[in-house]
């Protein structure tokens, strides 16, 4: 077998899925700051949160090429 590039289709649902992390991290933030601005949540469930979410948007930018 080949080990050559992967097919564009490959390569393009991959892109999409590292997107749709970048996208989820992105509204997690944005959600858990709300709720911590609110007093919905704990300080400790706020920066596990956070957390979670930066990587999540981190992790999906470098992977799907959009932070370079």
Same mark, same amino acid.
């Given at each position: ?15 999409? @899925? ?11 933030? @944005? ?38």
């Amino acid at each position: 077998m080949k080990q050559g590039k992967p097919p564009r289709q490959m390569r393009r649902w991959k892109e999409n @899925l590292c997107i749709a992390a970048c996208v989820l991290g992105f509204l997690l933030i @944005l959600g858990t700051f709300g709720a911590a601005d609110l007093g919905q949540i704990s300080l400790c469930q706020m920066i596990a949160q956070s957390v979670l979410g930066l990587a999540l948007f981190v992790g999906g930018g470098i992977l799907g090429g959009i932070i370079d």
